[in-house]
């Protein structure tokens, strides 16, 4: 029996335990006598950047100790566990090579907190190691990736979570509001049909245009600190330059691509679920932009994606906005603009007497316990996800692709097929089956 | 001689090839040289123009392209990186196939003759972008026999370890389909949690009535935990062919999922057993199903509202609320005297009818249930007609005795009157309607929230909030945070008016919060570093050159220090900022202009010969900058006064929507147009707001007598060259080389500059206004302010008397 056969047992037990609220745990100083070891969860964290840092990693209690760490940064690593043993009171397990944590017969959750050019490999080797995974967004940076997470989690019988959460949690940027509202109100046929939804700054949504690369950049030496052969991966081999790595690897197409890539899955995964097209994929994008560099991502006036239906999702760039009053969600009866306002009178009235979404398990350690699915999982996620990277592609190429959403697959376009599944460096390939 | 004679050839095919001609009878090297100079292209236009070029001479063009690589420490590579990724990119796109030959024998050249391991690197890259697509997606599973496939998932059941049993059951599922529901069926009797539940999930393909009906007989068999599994599969899939099923679970061990699981499903039988566990032990898990489920449940809350009568649950009657179920009104209300919950309900449920009793019950109501119910009394008036909204519950107000229990509600209408009436209630000293004045949705509470602030920082975050979120004009928003950082007392409420400052880019909000980049509150330095950052870099071009050097000097030491990655990005902008607003240099007469007697009128140093509104009009970085605010009066005149000249000069728009003009033969103080002899008009015409425009408002118009041939202007930071020619009652303008307008102003009104009648009408002039000033023998030479957001430089005049 391993582990985690061993703690269903006792989730009822656990269950009952996250009743009571949080702080309380807090003021027991993360004292983990009242829930037997046996019960308690623990995670790992491959990736000691910034955003392991954030809340949703960065913690160890009662529900799930943080019992291990990795980076291929050495001074990460240490400080990562120094600071855990500082805060959280933790002494971790630190790695070099991921897949050491990955298969650490101590860990039961493997947080995933790299530059998204890992996140695939990261998770289907987890996921064949039996682990559940908490993986931050962007899902994967191909297409290609984000179906074989999608088949390993699934094979594997693991329970998945994408990190970004607006489609249950938080005010949704510049609406003011959460997404609930919004879905509700599409969902009442108020605003009809099809919609056109604009995620601009005009909207409220910042593209981040400053998370550009810089072309021309001189080989430097690697830092002594740095595994930097590890660091890159499945990616391409490019001379060593500090621009590439450490927070600024989002200006680089072959580990990630911008604000597009970067903050794309935060804004278009709650439109997925706000449209009621969690299954669903554009069928065309374009593009309008000037051409972009091999290496160094640039910037983008905007990215058009069309649904089978009609529907279509407007991205505006930084500069590209467009100018007066223009609606978030667009509809032939009535338009919803930043901060709620919107076309249809008394609003919230209408919105109320319609019933809730269907509720969204949003608890993750409890979907562990009860292998119930996480509100934004894999299969949720490869959607989202694969709409970013669609509009990556069509950006890259700088022409408009037609995808085919039954095999997933653009239409007559052998270089935009070419970016679904790339190729990737070494030994590293075999992981990805 | 045969060594040789090979030599020779090899040059001779090399010449021949880099001498080749396209169509226009350029070389390679042309093509080659024109292509990189365009790159990288701006649009999809331009680049397939490129793009077509180099394909059309690869694969000569390639290796010439590829054979300009040097090392990454000798000189840039980026260009030529545009041009091979770019040209791949073409050949590569459905039609294109024909280039795709040529342009990948250039790359295999290159690969063998290049200049390192990095340029080889990306030539290989490339060239695999125009092969085909592989098919990556191998599934594991398909080489393999039947028999070895069952014997692979043996071995991986016996594993015993979770995952590893997944796998097998997916096999088991892959091999056998619908045969391997038993299978599934003794998976739910294992103990492991996370096999169990894939089990289930293997069955979505097939699974039919006759399935869920074999599901639910083999339930009785399961533990505990499996019968969680299953109630959740089936709500999951909302199996409506199982509810009674499920509903018969419920009360039982299992009655929470079964529960949740018959939300999902819905139906008339599914909402009433719900309904009907409300009030018991389940009474959570039924509340959070029922407030989302799946159809209309109206009717059966009514119906069992009306059937508990007064001891209906609370939360039926939560549920009748949230849900808005108005014909529940009567019952709620009648329990309202004696009952909590149904004074919190009543929200929900009341409409205008129930408005008097509302206020009646607020009036007199316990000091804990005022908020309750002065929501609810609000709900009474929130369906009628905006206007309707504010005199209904003013006039329930003065009906009351607790008339400032009803400030609340009447923020609630965000009407006008609502603001006015509780600034008067605030100003005579009910702290009741200064909170209810913070809460109102309506920005014309604004400056009555101003007066305040000083004392109440509550009025000061919402003053600020306000502001923010109206449609003011920018240069209105600066003004009036500006002034609420004069009073903002905390570091927070300063730091908070710092980002806003950041969001209205102008000259006015950088002079606001440069100072506070010498803060000794490390965060308030910070928010000032990034407020500087997000300026300067917006509107570099407001900014005196020096003070944006300093300004940005400290911000990037403040930023450099925090370490945060998105301020080391802040930091690269504001540098690329500095290199690229250097300012403009002196400007000088040509030899041409020189002989023909032209003056400097301003040069970009100084503006000693002119005379005016020197506040609005400044000569900063090069330029004289307008900073007139929309429709002042700020005019700046040349010093001297002028009858016939040739005057010449650049303007550049900074901002969209630009106005402003040029007054002829004009007295200083009264408007161009008409007390001059005209206005030449200077107008961003093609911006959307200017969508109305007359013909004779478009640059260049002499304004109101002729109308000019419609320009199309550069893009906003770019510059144009302007002349405007006036000999006697001829004038002439030409931008960029293209005359605009060529006329006779007497001859465009026929003489008649004002109505022959003597009154305000005048049919002779386009604009049929009279315009005394047109026969003016002379004047100074203006520029006209109606707005910021533009500069001038290098302005001459060759005066022709």
Redesign the interface.
């Known amino acids: 029996m391993n582990r985690r056969s061993f703690l269903r047992k006792s989730a009822v037990g656990a269950a009952a335990f996250t009743v009571l609220p949080r702080e309380v745990f807090g003021k027991m100083g993360g004292d983990s006598r009242y829930i037997a070891p046996s019960d308690q969860l623990t995670h790992g964290i491959i990736g000691m950047g910034g955003i392991s840092y954030s809340e949703n990693h960065f913690y160890s209690d009662s529900t799930c100790r943080l019992v291990s760490i990795c980076d291929v940064d050495a001074n990460h690593l240490n400080n990562g566990v120094k600071n855990i043993k500082e805060r959280l009171g933790e002494t971790v397990k630190p790695y070099r090579d991921w897949r050491e944590l990955a298969h650490d017969p101590n860990v039961d959750i493997v947080h995933i907190c790299t530059p998204p050019h890992w996140h695939g490999l990261m998770s289907i080797e987890a996921a064949k190691a039996g682990k559940d995974i908490w993986c931050e967004k962007p899902m994967t940076r191909t297409i290609g990736e984000g179906k074989a997470v999608m088949e390993a989690v699934k094979r594997n019988g693991r329970v998945f979570r994408l990190n970004t959460w607006f489609r249950f949690k938080d005010t949704f940027y510049g609406l003011g509001t959460t997404v609930k509202p919004l879905k509700k109100l599409v969902a009442s046929g108020k605003l009809g049909w099809p919609l056109t939804v604009r995620i601009s700054g005009a909207t409220g949504f910042a593209w981040k245009f400053y998370w550009t690369g810089k072309e021309n950049l001189i080989p430097e030496p690697v830092p002594a600190e740095l595994d930097y052969d590890m660091w890159l991966g499945p990616a391409p081999f490019k001379p060593y330059n500090v621009h590439r790595t450490h927070s600024t690897f989002r200006g680089y197409w072959d580990y990630d691509g911008g604000g597009l890539a970067d903050m794309g899955q935060h804004y278009i995964d709650p439109v997925q679920y706000i449209l009621g097209k969690d299954d669903e994929f554009p069928v065309k994008v374009e593009v309008d932009a000037p051409q972009q560099h091999p290496d160094a991502v640039g910037t983008w006036r905007s990215i058009t994606y069309t649904y089978a239906d009609g529907c279509k999702i407007i991205l505006e760039g930084e500069g590209f906005e467009s100018k007066g009053k223009v609606p978030y969600i667009e509809g032939p009866l009535g338009s919803v603009y930043k901060g709620f306002e919107c076309t249809i009178p008394n609003v919230m009235n209408v919105i109320n007497e319609l019933p809730d979404p269907e509720p969204q398990e949003t608890d993750f350690v409890k979907c562990v316990h009860t292998r119930h699915r996480f509100a934004l999982d894999e299969i949720k996620g490869y959607h989202s996800a694969t709409i970013v990277n669609m509009g990556v592609c069509a950006l890259r190429l700088g022409r408009t692709l037609n995808f085919d959403p039954k095999t997933q697959t653009f239409i007559g376009d052998d270089a935009a097929n070419l970016l679904i599944n790339q190729p990737m460096r070494g030994e590293w390939g075999k992981y990805l089956f | 001689m045969k060594k040789i004679l090979t030599i020779i050839s090899a040059i001779l095919v090399t010449s021949v090839s880099l001498f080749a001609q396209d169509a226009r009878q350029r070389t390679v090297n042309t093509i080659v040289a024109d292509v990189l100079a365009q ?6 236009g331009d ?1 397939t123009a490129d793009m077509e070029d180099l394909a059309k001479s690869a694969p000569q063009s390639i290796e010439m392209v590829a054979g300009m690589f040097q090392a ?2 000798k000189g ?3 260009k030529l ?2 041009a ?3 040209v ?2 073409f050949a ?3 039609g294109n196939e024909s280039y795709r030959e040529p342009v990948s024998e250039g790359l295999k050249n290159a690969v063998s003759k290049a200049v390192d391991e ?1 340029a080889r ?2 030539f290989q ?2 060239l ?2 125009l ?4 098919c ?3 599934d ?1 599973c398909c080489q393999l026999s039947e028999k070895d496939l069952l014997a692979e998932a043996e071995k991986l059941l016996a594993s ?8 097998a ?2 096999i088991l599922h892959k091999v056998r389909g619908a045969g391997n529901v038993s299978k599934v069926l003794a998976a739910l009797k294992d ?8 089990a289930l ?1 293997t069955t979505e393909d097939y699974a039919d009535a006759s399935f869920y009906s074999r599901l639910t007989k083999a339930y009785k068999s399961l533990g505990t ?1 499996a019968r ?2 299953v109630l ?1 599969w089936l709500g999951e899939k909302k199996v409506g062919g199982q509810v009674a099923f499920v509903l018969g679970q419920i009360g039982g061990r299992n009655s929470a999922e079964a529960i ?1 699981a018959a939300g ?1 499903i819905g139906g008339d039988a599914a909402a009433d057993a719900l309904i009907a566990r409300l009030g018991t032990e389940d009474d959570c898990a039924a509340a ?1 199903a029922l ?5 209309d ?1 109206t009717g059966n809350v009514l119906k069992a509202i009306e059937k508990a009568g007064d001891n209906a649950p609370a939360s039926l009657i939560a549920l009748a609320s ?3 179920i108005t014909d529940a009104a009567p019952v709620i209300f009648k329990m309202a005297e004696h009952s909590k919950d149904a004074r919190a309900a009543l929200k ?1 449920v009341v409409s205008s009818d129930n408005l008097s009793a509302v206020a009646a019950l607020l009036d007199k109501a316990d000091e804990a249930d005022v908020a309750t119910l002065q929501d609810a009394l609000y709900a009474c008036v ?2 009628e007609d905006a206007e309707d909204r504010f005199p209904m519950l003013r006039d329930e107000s003065f009906k009351a005795a607790n008339k400032s229990r009803f400030y609340l509600p009447i923020a609630y209408t965000a009407s006008d009157e609502a603001v006015a009436y509780l600034t008067g209630a605030a100003v005579e000293g009910s702290g009741d309607a200064l909170a209810a004045l913070c809460r109102i949705k309506n920005g014309n509470a604004a400056s009555a929230l101003l007066s305040f602030a000083r004392s109440n920082g509550e009025c000061l975050s919402r003053y600020i909030q306000l502001i923010s ?1 109206s449609r003011m004009s920018e240069f209105r928003k600066t003004d009036a945070f500006i002034k609420a950082l004069s009073i903002a007392k905390d570091e927070k409420v300063t730091g908070a008016i710092l980002g806003k400052l950041a969001g209205t880019a102008n000259r006015e909000a950088m002079e606001a919060v440069a100072p506070y980049l010498e803060s000794a509150d490390k965060d308030l330095a910070v928010k000032a570093a990034n407020a500087v950052k997000t300026i300067g870099c917006k509107v570099p071009t407001e900014i005196p050159y020096d003070d944006l050097v300093k300004y940005f000097d400290k911000a990037m030491k403040i930023l450099s220090a925090t370490g945060d ?2 301020d ?3 930091v ?2 504001m540098k690329s900022t500095l290199s690229a607003s250097k300012p403009y240099p002196v400007s000088e007469l040509t030899d041409e202009e020189k002989a023909a007697g032209f003056v400097m009128l301003y040069d970009g140093t100084n503006l000693d010969k002119w005379i005016g509104d020197k506040n609005t009009y400044s000569s900063m970085n090069g330029a004289i900058n307008v900073f007139a605010n929309y429709g002042g009066d700020g005019n700046l005149y040349t010093e001297k006064e002028y009858h016939n000249f040739v005057y010449r000069f650049e303007f550049c728009f900074l901002r ?1 929507a630009v106005n402003n003009g040029v007054g002829v033969r004009t007295p200083m103080g009264v408007d161009a147009a008409y007390e001059g002899m005209c206005e030449v008009q200077i107008l961003d015409h093609d911006d ?1 707001v200017y969508a109305d425009l007359r013909e004779y408002q478009t640059h260049g118009s002499v304004y109101g007598v002729i109308p000019a041939k419609r320009l199309k202007h550069k893009p906003v930071g770019e510059w144009s060259e302007e002349e405007i020619r006036v000999v006697d009652n001829h004038i002439t303008v030409t931008v960029n080389g293209e005359v605009l307008v060529d006329g006779d102003i007497s001859e465009a009104c026929q003489g008649h500059n004002v109505a022959p009648d003597g009154g305000d009408r005048n049919p002779y002039t386009v604009d049929h206004r009279n315009h005394p000033g047109m026969f003016n023998a002379k004047g100074h030479i203006s520029f006209c302010g109606h707005g910021r957001g533009l500069q001038f430089r290098n302005v001459r005049i060759l005066p022709l008397d």
């Not at chain 2, 407030?291 to 159809?295: A, I, K, L, Q, V």
């Open positions: 790159l990288p292209a701006q649009n999809y680049f990454p420490e840039a590579n980026n990186e545009y091979i990724a770019g791949v990119s590569n796109a459905p990095t690197a990306f890259s490339q695999a972008m092969g085909s697509p592989c990556a997606q191998k594991g015993g370890e979770s995952h590893k049993k997944c796998q059951i997916w103990s492991d949690d996370a096999y169990r539940m894939t999930m935990d969680d599994d959740y949740a999902k959070a407030n989302s489920f799946n159809g449940i949230a849900r808005h929900g929130s369906e979120e990655p998105d080391g990005y802040a690269d902008a969209p959307p």
